[in-house]
């Protein structure tokens, strides 16, 4: 292990997460955030990659699931939108996603 590297351990899990900025851009251009994998998810939000993966098994309309997007067969997720999920109560995301289009709507006709 580099001394960029962290190991984390939680329920019989390791994950091993870098913490060197210089790896990952803070900004893409077009000042786009990257994108979350499942295990960079699972650690902000202090649960398992597995908890994850069952998440995402859950229809967007029941309670429990997570809002993401798919790139192909794989699960990524908008660093802003998991952290205003949260702030939001952690709705469906079905909901979530409506309340979110309702606001960019709002502020497209603002201004």
Request: glycine share 8%; aromatic share 8%; proline share 9%.
């Amino acid at each position: 292990m580099s001394e960029h590297e962290t190991e984390l351990r939680g329920a019989g899990e390791r994950l091993k997460v870098t913490t060197d900025v210089q790896d990952v851009p803070a900004r893409l251009p077009g000042n786009i955030a990257p994108l979350w994998s499942v295990a960079e998810v699972a650690t902000f939000l202090g649960k398992s990659p597995r908890w994850v993966w069952r998440a995402l098994t859950i229809t967007p309309d029941d309670a429990g699931s997570v809002p993401h997007v798919r790139i192909g067969a794989s699960p990524r997720f908008v660093p802003d939108h998991i952290r205003r999920w949260i702030l939001d109560g952690c709705p469906p995301a079905a909901t979530f996603r409506a309340w979110q289009d309702a606001d960019e709507k709002r502020q497209r006709r603002a201004g």
